[in-house]
C-alpha cells in the first residue's frame, strides 16, 4: 500500500526589517537575522532543524551561489541544504519545499529562507542577475538586427514594469478598471505598510490623490504605483504533524499547495519565437494552482471560505488581476472592490494586509513572505495589520518565471480534508 | 539574534565588476526563416495542427500541445494593437541601456513621445512588440488597425519592421471607452 504523506505546519515566522540599503549587515547576517529570528519564534534549537531549503534571485547582487556561505550563518553546517531559484516566484517555491520535504516523511523541521539584497548592486536589479534572465535570447536577437533602438525602447517601458504596464492596460481594457483604482490600491498598500515593522515603503495615512500626484512613468503607471528595491529576508520553520503535536502551540496547516505554470507570456520565447498568449493578464497558471490547491484544502467557495489573501502583487493592477484569478472575485469585478474598501485591512475580503509585494520587494523572499504574513494572520499574531476577523483560511500567491510560474498555498487553523 | 557583531555596526564596501559577456549559446536557427520572409516584407508564421494556433516568429514546438509546429503560414502586415505604452517626453539621462543614453545616441530625440505596443497581425495568434509610428498618442487605442511600416530595402534583419502606423480607413467606430482603454 502507498504510504500517504504527513500533515505539515508552519510553526515559526521569522522576518529582517526591509529597506533599500541594509548597509548594517552583510548577505549572511542578514539571512541569519530571519533564520533565528524564526527559530525563536518556533521555540526551536538550531540542533532540532533537520534541513534547510534556500533561495534568492539568480545572479543577483553578483553572487551566484550565496547559499555557498550562509551554510554555517543559518547553522546549516552537516545538513542538507538545497538551493532554489524560479524568479519572482523563488521564495514561494522555497517554502513549497520545505513542506514536501517534511510531508514526504524524510525530515520533521525544515527552515525555508529567502532573500534579496539588491543594494550590493550599482544597478538596480543588478546587471549581473536581471540581464540573465533573458541573456541568450538578448544577444541572438543583436546579432539579428534587433538594434540599439529596439533595445532602448525595450528599457522606456522598463523590464518587469514593462511587462507589468502592457499587462495591465489588457485588464483595465477588458474589465473596466480606471488608473484611479490603480491609485487606491497602491494608496492602501502603503497605509497598510505603515503597520508593519518589517514593511519598507511605510506611509500612514497615504490617500490615492498623493499617488495620483507622483509623476507618470508610462501610462497608466505613476511612480507610486511601483514596488520598491528592497535588502531584506524572511525565514519560516516547518514541521510534520507528529513533531507539531508534541511540540508546537500555534501550528498553522499548509492545507493545499500548487505550482503550476502557463507557457511564456513574455512576448519572446527561446530562440526569439512568438509566444502563444494574447493577454498577459490571463494567468492561466494562477487560475489552475488555485484550483488544485483548493481542491487539495478542501476549499469549494473561495468567496466565504478565504478570510484574508496575501497576493503578490509588485504593481496594483496584479492585487486585482490575480485576487480574480484566485477565484475571489468575478473576472473583471475586483475593481470593483477597491470602491467599496472590501480589499482593506478591516474589510470583507483584505487584500495584502502587510502592504505586500508592492510596498515591500526584496524579490527572492517576497513570495516567502507572502506565506509568513499569511500564517501570521492565521494565527492572530500579525500586530497592527490583524485583519480583525477570526482568520480560518488565508492564501499566498507568487508570480515568477517569464512572467508564467506561479505558486499557490492555502493555510489554516486546522490541517486539510485529508492526507495524500 | 543571529550572529550580528556589535562592534561592526556598518559592512565594508568593496567593489568590483564583472565581465557577462563572454558565453557562446545554441539557437535552432528558425529565426532565420523568419527574417528571409522579412527581406520580401512577409511575415512568416508556423502553425500547430493540433490546434490551429500560428506563432510569428516560427516556433519549434507549441505551448499548449506540445506538437512539433511544422507547417509554415504568412500573416497579413495589417493587425490590432492590443496593448499599448505611452511614453512621457523623453529626457536625456532618462533612456539608458547598457550604460548609453539613447538621446546622446540619437537614437529618440528630447522631448520625443514614443508609444510600444503589442500587434497582433492578422492571421496571427500572437503579439508582436512594435513602435506606434506616425500618430498622434491622443488617437492611439486598443483594437486601432495598423499595418507595418517596412523599411524601404530590407535586408533581413528584425529592424526590417521599423514599427506600425495607424490605417486611417480602419480606425473609426471606436467608442470614447474603448478609446481611453
Redesign the interface.
Known amino acids: 500500500m502507498r504510504k500517504k504523506s504527513r500533515h505539515v505546519a508552519v510553526v515559526g515566522c521569522g522576518q529582517t526589517k526591509h529597506s533599500s540599503r541594509r548597509r548594517d549587515v552583510t548577505l549572511p547576517e542578514m539571512v541569519s537575522q530571519a533564520v533565528f529570528a524564526a527559530l525563536e519564534d518556533a521555540k526551536i534549537d538550531p540542533g532540532e532543524v533537520d534541513a534547510f531549503m534556500v533561495g534568492n534571485m539568480q545572479g543577483f547582487g553578483g553572487v551566484a551561489q550565496p547559499e555557498q556561505w550562509i551554510g554555517d550563518w543559518i547553522g546549516a553546517s552537516d545538513k542538507p541544504v538545497i538551493r532554489i531559484a524560479t524568479g519572482g516566484t523563488t521564495g514561494g517555491s522555497v517554502g513549497q519545499a520545505a513542506y514536501y520535504a517534511a510531508a514526504s516523511g524524510l525530515y520533521d523541521v525544515v527552515v525555508g529562507t529567502a532573500w534579496e539584497k539588491h543594494s550590493d548592486s550599482a544597478e538596480p536589479g543588478a546587471t549581473t542577475g536581471l540581464m540573465h534572465v533573458g541573456l541568450a535570447n538578448v544577444f541572438y536577437a543583436l546579432t539579428k538586427g534587433f538594434s540599439l533602438k529596439n533595445v532602448m525602447t525595450a528599457s522606456v517601458a522598463g523590464a518587469a514594469a514593462g511587462v507589468a504596464v502592457y499587462q495591465a492596460r489588457f485588464y483595465m481594457n477588458r474589465s473596466g478598471c480606471k488608473i484611479e483604482h490603480l491609485d487606491a490600491v497602491a494608496a492602501k498598500c502603503r497605509r497598510n505598510a505603515a503597520k508593519n515593522p518589517y514593511a519598507h515603503l511605510q506611509w500612514p495615512g497615504c490617500t490615492p490623490e498623493d499617488i495620483a500626484a507622483t509623476e507618470l512613468i508610462a501610462y497608466p503607471f505613476r511612480y507610486g504605483h511601483v514596488c520598491p528595491a528592497s535588502d531584506g529576508a524572511s525565514a519560516i520553520v516547518v514541521a510534520s504533524e507528529d513533531f507539531v503535536r508534541r511540540r508546537c502551540e500555534k501550528p498553522v496547516w499548509i492545507k493545499g499547495l500548487a505550482s503550476y505554470t502557463d507557457e511564456e507570456n513574455n512576448l519572446q520565447a527561446e530562440n526569439w519565437s512568438g509566444v502563444g498568449v494574447l493577454d498577459p493578464s490571463e494567468q492561466m497558471g494562477c487560475r489552475v494552482s488555485a484550483m488544485k490547491a483548493y481542491e487539495m484544502a478542501g476549499i469549494k467557495n473561495p468567496r466565504e471560505e478565504i478570510d484574508v489573501a496575501e497576493i503578490y502583487q509588485p504593481f496594483p493592477s496584479q492585487e486585482l488581476i490575480f485576487a480574480e484569478r484566485c477565484g475571489l472575485f468575478d473576472p473583471g469585478t475586483a475593481w470593483r472592490a477597491v470602491e467599496s474598501g472590501d480589499i482593506e485591512i478591516e474589510g470583507k475580503m483584505p487584500l495584502d494586509p502587510s502592504g505586500g509585494v508592492n510596498a515591500t520587494n526584496a524579490i527572492g523572499s517576497s513570495a516567502l513572505q507572502r506565506i509568513l504574513e499569511a500564517a501570521l494572520q492565521v494565527r492572530g499574531d500579525a500586530g497592527e495589520h490583524q485583519v480583525p476577523k477570526k482568520v480560518k483560511n488565508a492564501i499566498a500567491t507568487g508570480w515568477g518565471g517569464n512572467t508564467n510560474y506561479i505558486t499557490f498555498t492555502v493555510l489554516g487553523d486546522e490541517p486539510g480534508p485529508r492526507r495524500w | 539574534?543571529?550572529?550580528?557583531k556589535d562592534e561592526r555596526?556598518?559592512?565594508m564596501m568593496v567593489g568590483?565588476s564583472?565581465n557577462?559577456g563572454a558565453?557562446k549559446?545554441k539557437?535552432?536557427?528558425?529565426?532565420d526563416e523568419y527574417?528571409e520572409g522579412l527581406k520580401e516584407k512577409k511575415l512568416i508564421?508556423s502553425m500547430c495542427m493540433g490546434c490551429g494556433?500560428v506563432?510569428?516568429?516560427?516556433?519549434?514546438v507549441?505551448?499548449?500541445c506540445h506538437r512539433e509546429m511544422t507547417e509554415r503560414v504568412v500573416v497579413s502586415d495589417k493587425g490590432t494593437v492590443?496593448?499599448?505604452?505611452?511614453?512621457?517626453p523623453?529626457e536625456k539621462g532618462k533612456?539608458?541601456?547598457?550604460g548609453?543614453d539613447?538621446v546622446e545616441?540619437g537614437?529618440?530625440t528630447e522631448g520625443e513621445v514614443?508609444m510600444?505596443a503589442?500587434v497582433?497581425f492578422d492571421g496571427?495568434?500572437?503579439?508582436?512588440?512594435l513602435?506606434i509610428l506616425d500618430a498622434d498618442p491622443k488617437d492611439v487605442c486598443?483594437g486601432m488597425r495598423v499595418e507595418a511600416v517596412w523599411a524601404e530595402n530590407p535586408?533581413?534583419?528584425?529592424?526590417?519592421i521599423e514599427g506600425v502606423r495607424p490605417i486611417p480607413m480602419e480606425c473609426g467606430g471606436l467608442d470614447e471607452?474603448?478609446k481611453?482603454?
Not at chain 2, 506563432?55 to 519549434?60: A, E, N
Not at chain 2, 533612456?95 to 547598457?98: E, F, G, L, R, S
Open positions: 539574534m543571529g550572529y550580528i555596526p556598518t559592512t568590483g564583472w557577462i558565453y549559446y539557437a535552432n536557427g528558425l529565426l527574417l508564421g494556433k506563432i510569428v516568429p516560427p516556433r519549434l507549441c505551448g499548449r492590443t496593448t499599448f505604452v505611452v511614453s512621457p523623453i533612456v539608458k541601456a547598457m548609453m539613447a545616441l537614437l529618440f514614443i510600444p503589442y497582433q496571427a495568434d500572437c503579439n508582436l512588440n513602435l486598443v535586408v533581413g534583419a528584425l529592424s526590417d471607452n474603448q481611453k482603454g
